[in-house]
């Protein structure tokens, strides 16, 4: 079992930064990682992947201004945020996965808004 903690979340005008992080209990250096969110009234989506052997993915909406890095030694997973957008406002979950697992934390607020 991994548990996943998120932190860096908050509020932010439109066009400021803020790094995400997510926090492992236990070992990530096999699991597929990334970022998804969640806006008021919609369903989850896809913000950005890194898998195990380190292919990154991210969303047209956050190509060019979002980052995900991963540290396995440290067992963490970032998201660096620039640019923000009003409609970046969501809630921020970290998942790590494998064929077997499949792991999400609590959740953060980042909320965009002048």
């Known amino acids: 079992q991994v548990q996943l903690v998120e932190s860096g979340g908050g509020l932010v005008q439109p066009g400021g930064s803020l790094r995400l992080s997510c926090a492992a209990s236990g070992s990530i250096f096999s699991f597929n990682v990334g970022w998804f969110r969640q806006a008021p009234g919609k369903g989850r989506e896809l913000v950005a992947t890194i898998s195990s052997g380190g292919s990154i993915h991210y969303a047209d909406s956050v190509k060019g201004r979002f980052t995900i890095s991963r540290d396995n030694a440290k067992n963490t997973v970032h998201l660096q945020m620039n640019s923000l957008k009003p409609e970046d406002t969501a809630v921020y979950y970290c998942?790590?996965?494998?064929?077997?697992?499949?792991?999400w934390g609590q959740g953060t607020q980042v909320t965009v808004s002048s």
């Open positions: 998942n790590a996965n494998s064929l077997r697992w499949d792991y």
